[in-house]
């Protein structure tokens, strides 16, 4: 569940932990997030504002496959997304955090991270929104991973749909 990763956020009226993010948009040119939540027992919404503290916003750095070491770019993957994601029923916000999450995630590993595993962080939760998406965008970026993993994963979508319609 993508909203569990989310979660140990109290619920401010019955102190439920079990709380769940419905919206994410960034603010303040990307320094911050804000999350509209709801409390899944009693029901109770609110909004949570997250800031990246300055000194963990440390730059991230990938390492290509050819060795080579680039900045973290977040609006590039945000861009691919977003491409991959075309007439799908996704807002650019799903990307922003998705993005957000996984750049969060490089750094508490040490701020080095290879493509690859960028790639497999994006995919890995890219395919928990939507499964269209997940092989448009898993093509496109076909580096990240093994190709034969891919289409392992097609096929098992498409055997889960199978039963009905396409
Ligand atoms: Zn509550």
Same mark, same amino acid.
Request: net charge neutral; with cysteine; proline share 2%.
């Given at each position: 569940?993508?909203?569990? %990763? /989310?979660?140990?956020?109290?619920?401010?009226?019955?102190? *439920?932990?079990?709380?769940?993010?419905?919206?994410?948009?960034?603010?303040?040119?990307?320094?911050?997030?804000? =999350?509209?939540?709801?409390? *899944?027992?009693?029901?109770?919404? !609110?909004?949570? /504002?997250?800031?990246?503290? &300055? *000194?963990?916003? +440390? $730059?991230?750095?990938?390492?290509k496959q050819?060795?080579?070491?680039?900045? /973290?770019?977040?609006? %590039?993957? &945000?861009?691919g997304?977003?491409?991959a +994601? %075309?007439?799908?029923?996704? $807002?650019? +916000?799903? /990307?922003?955090?998705?993005? !957000?999450? &996984?750049?969060?995630?490089?750094?508490? =590993?040490?701020?080095? &991270?290879t493509s690859r595993w960028i790639g497999l962080?994006v995919l890995e939760?890219l395919k928990?929104?939507?499964d269209?998406a997940y092989l448009r965008f898993a093509s496109v970026y076909k580096d990240f991973s093994e190709i034969g993993d891919f289409q392992r994963e097609a096929q098992l979508i498409k055997?889960?749909? *199978?039963?009905?319609?396409?």
């Amino acid at each position: 569940m993508l909203a569990a %990763k /989310f979660g140990g956020v109290q619920c401010p009226v019955c102190s *439920s932990e079990e709380t769940r993010v419905v919206d994410s948009r960034s603010a303040d040119d990307g320094q911050s997030i804000r =999350r509209r939540r709801a409390c *899944s027992d009693c029901g109770h919404r !609110f909004n949570t /504002f997250e800031r990246v503290e &300055v *000194s963990a916003h +440390a $730059a991230v750095l990938v390492t290509k496959q050819s060795g080579q070491t680039e900045p /973290f770019e977040a609006a %590039k993957i &945000v861009a691919g997304l977003t491409a991959a +994601a %075309k007439g799908r029923p996704l $807002a650019a +916000a799903d /990307f922003e955090s998705l993005v !957000f999450e &996984v750049e969060e995630l490089a750094r508490r =590993r040490g701020g080095v &991270v290879t493509s690859r595993w960028i790639g497999l962080a994006v995919l890995e939760r890219l395919k928990q929104l939507d499964d269209v998406a997940y092989l448009r965008f898993a093509s496109v970026y076909k580096d990240f991973s093994e190709i034969g993993d891919f289409q392992r994963e097609a096929q098992l979508i498409k055997h889960e749909s *199978s039963s009905g319609p396409t």
